[in-house]
């Protein structure tokens, strides 16, 4: 049984491994869900899989270790809430950005989407990939005040 067990971890976190190195987003959420996923099987496997002992305490003989079990169902818990957030964010990236390819990403997600002469989401924090140059001419073209020019106050 502990075999079969340690295929099945093994296929997990391979078959995770394989989609997280993909270059779409939610491949990347869902590999890492399978990776989740294996590595609860191994805790589980670990802890030993044993049918004749219950994990009732009223019934005598030995017992399984419940600690293993609590772990695993603290780490769903978790693991439901993280896919929940990234896939989330994956879904927002998507309706910025207008595709789901990570490495064309780039820079298009520090630019507001509702206007197209390229000016930032959020001038305040633009992304660090561009210069201080271009974030000079983005504030000066929206009027705010360069960094230079603030008045003490």
Do not use: C, W
């Amino acid at each position: 049984m502990e075999t079969l067990f340690a295929l099945i971890v093994g296929l997990l976190v391979a078959v995770g491994v394989f989609l997280l190195l993909s270059r779409t987003i939610v491949r990347v959420v869902l590999g890492l869900a399978f990776i989740s996923y294996g590595a609860n099987l191994a805790i589980l496997t670990a802890s030993g899989l044993r049918q004749d002992a219950p994990p009732l305490l009223t019934l005598p003989g030995p017992y399984v270790d419940p600690l293993p079990q609590a772990l695993i169902l603290t780490a769903i818990v978790i693991g439901f809430a993280t896919t929940a957030l990234l896939l989330t964010v994956a879904l927002r990236a998507y309706q910025v950005a207008g595709h789901d390819d990570v490495a064309a990403f780039g820079d298009n997600l520090a630019d507001d989407p509702d206007t197209s002469d390229g000016t930032l989401a959020d001038p305040d924090h633009p992304s660090p990939d561009i210069p201080e140059q271009v974030r000079l001419v983005v504030r000066v073209v929206r009027g705010a005040p360069r960094p230079a020019d603030k008045e003490p106050s």
